[in-house]
């Protein structure tokens, strides 16, 4: 009996495995290999996705990063992105979204050198990348690679940038970065002043060191207060150890890239009277920074919402006075970089914030920035703006007919295509629509509409069923929240190559749905489908084009035809 019930929990087992087995038989991934010795940011997502499932599939993809010493250094996630039956080739520039990246690795080396230079520093690595259903969460495949990137040695001059000009009111930091270990007797800076008719090389060679310092164990270096300060209007060139040399220029009356209205910028958005907060650095290592009501302007702060750092307060309930940035880091990353979004009251007139600047969480302050705010005058949101839907986006079947355009390879019996043209008026209308979910929902940071063309046949009407026709699927999307809004990916140009012929049916498929799978209108909203063909009639209007007088014709249902429109001879 005993060997009965092992028998059977072996089969069971067994039986598991190989269905296991069978789905990840569906979802081949294969990451491909970087030159030998590199390894870049882009590396992540150069894959190769075979779906042996036999349907398209929506999935998205999680890539990671591990150290042999350090262990894991960065996690990445895609959106949502639709899988072709067959061999998908891709690479970051196809992903319809910036994938978000994790920063797990307590060595900030790793993360300033894939912010910066966007490759990973010398080491051991895996790089593993999942492909997750985006209905089940199911894993569907996976793929690793193990890469070791050399050290090189070279060493690259960050900041200041070669002929950036520069305000000494704000202090200086040098860095840069390099493919090796930090030598053991550190790093050794130094700064000579180049003089009319020089070069940078000459004069490096041949000067008296302006300011020097041996022995630096980091790769930054704030310049002393302590040290002999910069002249207006000189140029001076930099190197470390033996790297190349550039230029910095010190400007007259503080006009500079680094003036004390430069290192925050607030950007208005659409939304009333708030702002994105963009922070400038330019070199400085700052980690804190707060935003404070200015003169006699008290409790103008509203909300923020913060990215890529901290605030306090982190829960902004009625207005205060001011709110504190903190970097996640030992300091913010360099500029330009989003911090979030700040929200003040509504002013009719223009008034002040004061932004003080510190490396040391606030202990001490270094900087300080006056930023005046002019608030538009507009009412909120209503949900009677006939521009803003409450329940389902502003797409549907008859706003898919009107923004279709016809594009044909040659005469009307070639092969032609669709495009989309939308009017400015609906490219308002979502973005209003996702600024309201925003309003509701702050997770809700993007809203896409993915496109399909599918051939349904020769029949009188179309057929129940059609495979799906290459390019497999494109997408427009439209994003809001802390970074502001704007439309990101933007390609009327589909479906590109000619893929329709005269005589066939084609359905114009088109799912809408938020970013991270989000939830919020009811399924039926989702989807919006049109059937099109371009079929010959018999006529006598003369203005109609030859070839039997074709028209184009339109389902709705697939079952009945619900317009018609004469093909006239201005169409090419």
Sequence with gaps: MKKSIFTMVLSLFLIFL??????????IVSLRMPP??????????????????GSEQSGYLVGTAKEDKDGMIAKGTTVPIM????????????????????????????KESLIRQGKFPSGKYEICVKVISAGTNEELGSDCINQEVLETGLLTLINPADGEEIDTKVPITFSWSSGGNIPEDGYTLRIVEVLKNQTPEIAMKGNKAWFEQKGIKTTTFRYPKSAKGFEEEKTYTWMVNK??????????????????NGIITLTPTSQGCCDSVYINLNGNLYNFFSITSGGANTN?????????STINPSNITSPVSSVTWHSLG??????PYSLGSICFTNKSTPFTMVVQFSTNGGATFEGEQTIQINCPIMPPPSLNDNK???????????????????????????PYTVHFNPTQTFIDQMQNYLNYLYQLNHSITAINIAWRLHDHGTNAIPNVSGPQIDPTWTSVSWTQGPIGTSLTYFNQYFFTGFPMIAGTWYKVHTGIYLNDDIKFFPEECSVSDIFVRIQAVSTSDPNIRSLDSPVLEFSFDGITIDKTIPIKKEVK
């Design 18 to 27: 190989t269905i296991e087995g069978n789905a990840q038989q569906n979802f």
């Design 36 to 53: 030998q010795g590199t390894l870049n940011v882009s590396d992540f997502w150069n894959i190769t996705v075979t779906n042996n499932s």
């Design 83 to 110: 899988f072709k039956k067959g061999i998908n080739n891709i690479k970051i520039k196809d992903l319809p979204k910036t994938p978000d990246v994790e920063y797990i690795a307590k060595d900030p080396r790793y």
């Design 243 to 260: 790297s190349e040399v550039i230029t910095f220029k010190i400007l007259t009356g503080g006009k500079g890239i680094l003036s004390t």
């Design 300 to 308: 103008t702060i509203e909300s923020a919402v913060p990215v890529n």
């Design 330 to 335: 030992s300091s913010f990353i360099q500029s």
């Design 388 to 414: 803003i839907n409450p329940c389902c986006p502003p797409w549907n079947k008859d706003m898919l007919l009107e923004m279709m355009d016809f594009d044909f390879s040659g005469g009307i019996s070639d």
